[in-house]
């Protein structure tokens, strides 16, 4: 296989397929979703290996509401237990954790579990993950403009925006990978995604393994990437 010389600085999953993953197994949908954390624990190791600086990870967005009151238990328990364990893959390996999106309507113990995480991993430099929960790419530009609003401005440029959104201390996003073959960007990282480089691999979620992030950063160093101008 080639050799990877360029990686993106800022990777963006929209993890999907974890459904399906288990319907075709007969399970229930949330055993994707707990198949679905190990595929971000891969992720997160082959980040670590391959020097990724930044990985966000569409978690739940602002239309998951929608979903069975169990379903989304579910994944509020599954996102509780892995960040709440002793030795999670944050603290273990140094990585730091961070979130995108409105955290009031999840429940207080979940919050405070990620308030926790957040603050003993914030010093970590290696790799950022950013989990995007109660994310919608729509919402976070319309809070971003309310906040200029409400800061007194009459008239935004582009750069205000972009210094407003969750996103303000990341750069934006280089490649976004959407898995199952869905090729959709629901609602994800909607302005900051204006020169992202796209992937819509055919692999479930919870299967996604180190193969396919190699075979993914293969993709993207082929990219030419030109951001409206000639190369
Ligand atoms: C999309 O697949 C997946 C989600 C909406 C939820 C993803 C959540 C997790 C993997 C758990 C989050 C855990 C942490 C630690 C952040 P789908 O259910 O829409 O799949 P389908 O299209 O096959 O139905």
């Not at 007969?26 to 930044?54: M, N, Q, V, W």
């Not at 073959?181 to 992937?199: P, V």
């Given at each position: 296989m080639?050799?990877?010389?360029?990686?993106p600085k800022?990777?963006?999953i929209i993890m999907?397929?974890?459904?399906r993953?288990?319907t075709?197994?007969?399970?229930?949908?949330?055993?994707g979703?707990?198949?679905g954390i190990?595929?971000?624990?891969?992720?997160?190791?082959?980040?670590?290996?391959?020097?990724i600086k930044y990985?966000?990870?569409?978690?739940?967005?602002t239309?998951?509401?929608?979903?069975?009151k169990?379903e989304?238990?579910?994944?509020?328990d599954?996102i509780?237990t892995?960040i709440s364990?002793?030795?999670n893959?944050?603290?273990?390996k140094?990585?730091?954790?961070?979130s995108?999106?409105?955290?009031?309507p999840?429940p207080?113990?979940?919050k405070s579990?990620l308030?926790?995480?957040k603050e003993?991993?914030k010093?970590?430099?290696?790799?950022?993950i950013i989990f995007?929960?109660n994310?919608?790419?729509?919402?976070?530009?319309?809070r971003?403009?309310?906040k200029?609003?409400?800061n007194?401005y009459k008239?935004?440029?582009?750069?205000d925006?972009?210094?407003s959104?969750?996103t303000c201390?990341?750069?934006e996003?280089d490649?976004?990978?959407r898995?199952s073959?869905?090729n959709r960007?629901?609602n994800f990282?909607?302005?900051q995604?204006?020169?992202?480089?796209?992937?819509?691999?055919?692999?479930?979620?919870?299967?996604?393994?180190?193969?396919?992030f190699v075979k993914?950063?293969m993709?993207?160093q082929?990219?030419?990437?030109r951001?409206?101008?000639?190369?």
């Amino acid at each position: 296989m080639a050799k990877i010389k360029k990686v993106p600085k800022h990777l963006a999953i929209i993890m999907d397929g974890n459904g399906r993953w288990a319907t075709r197994r007969g399970l229930p949908r949330t055993f994707g979703h707990k198949e679905g954390i190990k595929a971000i624990e891969r992720t997160i190791d082959s980040c670590l290996k391959h020097g990724i600086k930044y990985c966000t990870f569409f978690a739940f967005s602002t239309e998951n509401w929608k979903r069975s009151k169990e379903e989304i238990e579910g994944i509020f328990d599954l996102i509780r237990t892995y960040i709440s364990k002793e030795d999670n893959i944050f603290l273990k390996k140094h990585v730091k954790l961070s979130s995108i999106g409105v955290l009031d309507p999840f429940p207080e113990d979940l919050k405070s579990a990620l308030i926790d995480i957040k603050e003993k991993t914030k010093d970590y430099d290696k790799l950022e993950i950013i989990f995007a929960l109660n994310y919608g790419g729509r919402d976070d530009i319309v809070r971003a403009v309310n906040k200029l609003i409400d800061n007194g401005y009459k008239k935004v440029e582009e750069g205000d925006i972009l210094s407003s959104l969750d996103t303000c201390s990341l750069p934006e996003p280089d490649f976004i990978v959407r898995t199952s073959g869905e090729n959709r960007i629901s609602n994800f990282l909607l302005f900051q995604m204006a020169y992202s480089e796209l992937y819509f691999p055919k692999v479930l979620w919870p299967d996604f393994n180190e193969r396919h992030f190699v075979k993914a950063l293969m993709v993207y160093q082929k990219r030419k990437r030109r951001f409206g101008g000639l190369s």
